[in-house]
């Protein structure tokens, strides 16, 4: 079977869903990390903007800001540095260019569609919140139906790490990169973020494991597919330890796993 490409995307958003946000609870670095995350897990998918849409593949990168519709929640901005500033964005001191939420869209679209192929999109949490929030956007500006021709699935990696590594004790992506690539970085930049995201992949080489992208299709009125790409679970190790899987033989934006397209 033909390897699939992966790519690993993140968003950054407006909020963190209808939750109150209390002031002065964000007192640390590594507290604003975990309370965004935690919030991440719960937040309404339903509500929030897209600010920053990033995504990579090797070399390659796309990284594009849009000024969102709605105001930035005031923990978001405690956490990721956005603002808007009398109509543009800002990332805490400096100005960011931007392009209109479609044209985000649209470009990010286009990128998919240069590998020639359905791509299969990874990303940290994308079950409960990437996923959700990106299909929901593109279905607002009626491009889901491009969308579904250059992506064939997600794949959700804080599950997937949970299903290899099941004795960690954490599984915010900012703790994976701590544990397994022994570094700090910039946090909740969506272009940082999937770069470390794959390199995280690299280090686990989850292709020595049951990989299995699932997909379901719901109907609701009429047939919409919703994409999800799952794991099974991991076959027995012994002594496995991160610093043993360091090397990625192959490039990080295949994976050879069995792989279903939605029908």
């Not at 709605?70 to 100005?95: K, R």
């Not at 940290?124 to 279905?139: E, G, S, W």
């Not at 599950?159 to 994976?176: A, C, D, W």
């Not at 099974?232 to 043993?244: I, Q, V, W």
């Amino acid at each position: 079977m033909v390897d699939k490409i992966i790519i690993f995307f993140d968003l950054e958003t407006t909020g963190l869903g209808n939750l109150t946000h209390t002031p002065g609870l964000y007192t640390t670095p590594i507290i604003k990390i975990l309370t965004y995350f935690y919030f991440c897990l719960r937040s309404d998918t339903s509500q929030c903007d897209i600010i920053q849409l990033a995504a990579v593949c090797e070399e390659r990168v796309f990284n594009k800001y849009t000024v969102p519709q709605q105001n930035i929640d005031e923990g978001a901005t405690e956490v990721t540095g956005f603002t808007v500033q009398s109509g543009h964005l800002v990332l805490y001191v400096s100005p960011v260019e931007t392009v209109p939420i479609d044209d985000l869209l649209t470009s990010f679209i286009d990128f998919l569609r240069s590998f020639q192929r359905p791509v299969l999109l990874a990303a940290h949490n994308a079950k409960r919140f990437d996923m959700p929030v990106l299909t929901r956007v593109m279905k607002k500006y009626d491009l889901y139906p491009q969308f579904q021709q250059v992506v064939s699935g997600f794949l959700d990696t804080l599950l997937l790490s949970k299903r290899l590594f099941p004795r960690i004790k954490g599984y915010s992506q900012v703790s994976l990169v701590k544990i397994f690539l022994q570094k700090s970085y910039d946090a909740h930049n969506a272009e940082e973020d999937a770069k470390m995201l794959q390199e995280l992949y690299k280090v686990w080489r989850p292709d020595q494991f049951a990989v299995l992208a699932r997909w379901e299709r719901r109907s609701t009125g009429k047939s919409r597919a919703s994409l999800f790409g799952s794991t099974l679970s991991s076959p027995r190790r012994t002594g496995t330890t991160p610093a043993s899987r360091q090397t990625l033989p192959q490039s990080a934006c295949r994976s050879p796993a069995p792989f279903f397209p939605h029908s």
